[in-house]
């Protein structure tokens, strides 16, 4: 309703009184802009306001001085201008500088960034921009702040802590760390090195080294265990009752009867296994079964032959054998082969992948690994299958579908489309090309250009709008 003057595939171009043209619309230049311009906005405002991107922007009451499209450059007394705004120095700074902040601050503090920080009860003498550098006794300068020694330092240094401890104690990272009660001998930056009988030293601290522990390592732990544990990534291990025999960092090696030692455990062997060997399992079975990865397979009821890791090499008749197991081919099945299946089956049957698939009533001919290549009249064959090309449809052609459909239908990827009441001529893989009056074509579809519409183009849509409308992307858009 702002627009004056549009142009079509472009938009408004000229609005009224207080508004502008941009990117098609009319945008409110404000109640603030004396001046605005076309693909702009306002260029000018009253005074308080400055220009930035189009708009009118309050400098604000702290501001005495501003610049378009920079905003404030000068602000009152204990304010300064950053970034075009007005920001207050604060109560604790005596100088300061634009786009800087303050950069000098009553005593007890100190600039940094712009701002005045407070240096801290402890601290002694600070520096702007840096902070404390020097603290009171039993405080250590670190990054600029004073930090508490702790009650168990002796000596400290700046920027790094405590470097000498009380006994009990070791410096670690600028920090006393209780050594703790088992340990009796450390190292500042180590911990804990020497520890008391039945612990020992790891990372710094004293671990202990359990009951089951003969004899232990700084640094490794356990390394010799009591009878029936081993040792293990430093721990005892209890190496189970069916164990006869344990290496450390192994684990099992021998086990009662009955059992196989295996990745240094002792595992039931089982009631099928005749023969087995230490970490492999079972290499032997009982009648009726096969070994595979140390385990007894049941072979099968309709297995004749097998062998240990391949599983069943030939089955009962009316069985093949694929991957070890006997399979039944099916009822519909004439001719079969082992780790193939099912090569030839009854009449009405054809061989996919080792099976018999049913070709179907509406298959004349059809041919193995491949499935229906003809049909009865009224179908077509498509991917083995004979499929129905619809009521529409009067001619076709197999592994195509429909190529020809009845009038007011068209072709599209073997199936028979409506063209629909709008179309008065269409095109087979295309569909609707001309419509009737009232109506447009595009991507094959007879649209409706609407009540706005004054001329319209097939593939494009409206190109003429009535009055207070223009055309844009096909549609009548109001001004």
Same mark, same amino acid.
């Given at each position: ?59 604000? *009451? ?24 007005? *920001? ?16 000098? +601050? ?118 010799? +265990? ?130 018999? *698939? ?27 299958? +004979? ?45 609707? *090309? ?30 003429? +709008? ?14």
């Amino acid at each position: 309703m702002n627009c004056i003057s549009y142009k079509d595939e472009v938009g408004c171009i000229a609005c009224k009184s207080g508004y502008y043209a941009k990117n098609g619309n009319c945008i409110n230049a404000g109640v603030n802009c004396i001046t605005l311009k076309n693909g702009v906005g306002c260029i000018a405002c009253e005074s308080g306001y400055y220009v930035k991107n189009g708009n009118c922007i309050n400098a604000g *009451i702290n501001c005495i001085t501003y610049k378009n499209e920079i905003g404030c450059i000068d602000c009152k007394s204990e304010y300064y201008a950053k970034d075009g705004n007005c *920001i207050n120095a604060g109560v604790n700074c005596r100088s300061y500088r634009n786009e800087v902040g303050c950069i000098d +601050c009553k005593s007890g503090y100190y600039a940094k960034n712009g701002n005045c920080i407070n240096a801290g009860v402890n601290c002694i003498s600070y520096k702007n921009e840096v902070g404390c550098i020097d603290c009171k006794s039993g405080y250590y300068v670190k990054n600029g702040n004073c930090i508490n020694a702790g009650v168990n330092c002796i000596s400290y240094k700046n920027e790094v802590g405590c470097i000498d401890c009380k006994s009990g104690y070791y410096a670690k990272n600028g920090n006393c760390i209780n050594a703790g009660v088992n340990c009796i001998s450390y190292k500042n930056e180590v911990g804990c090195i020497d520890c008391k009988s039945g612990y020992y030293a790891k990372n710094g601290n004293c671990i202990n080294a359990g009951v089951n522990c003969i004899s232990y390592k700084n640094e490794v732990g356990c390394i010799a +265990c009591k009878s029936r544990y081993y040792a293990k990534n430093g721990n005892c291990i209890n190496a189970g009752v069916n164990c006869v025999a344990e290496r450390n960092e192994v684990g099992c090696i021998a086990c009662k009867a009955g059992y196989i030692a295996k990745s240094g455990n002792c595992l039931y062997k089982g009631v099928n296994c005749i023969s087995f060997k230490n970490d492999v399992g079972c290499i032997d079975c009982k009648s009726g079964y096969y070994a595979k990865d140390g385990n007894c397979i049941n072979a099968g009821v309709n297995c004749r032959s097998y062998k240990n890791e391949v599983g069943c090499i030939d089955c009962k008749s009316g069985y093949y054998v694929k991957d070890g197991i006997c399979k039944n081919p099916g009822v519909n099945c004439i001719s079969y082969k082992n780790e193939v299946g099912c090569i030839d089956c009854k009449s009405g049957y054809y061989v996919k992948d080792g099976n018999c *698939i049913n070709a179907g009533v509406n298959c004349r001919s059809y041919r193995n690994e491949v499935g229906c290549i003809d049909c009865r009249s009224g179908y077509y064959a498509k991917d083995g299958i +004979c499929k129905n090309p619809g009521v529409n449809c009067r001619s076709y052609r197999n592994e195509v579908g429909c190529i020809d459909c009845k009038s007011g239908y068209y072709v599209k990827d073997g199936n028979c489309i409506n063209a629909g009441v709008n179309c008065r001529s269409y095109r087979n893989e295309v569909g609707c *090309i001309d419509c009737r009056s009232g109506y447009y074509a595009k991507d094959g579809i007879c649209k409706n250009p609407g009540v706005n519409c004054r001329s319209y183009r097939n593939e494009v849509g409206c190109i003429d +709008c009535r009055s207070g409308y223009y055309a844009k992307n096909g549609n009548c858009l109001r001004n």
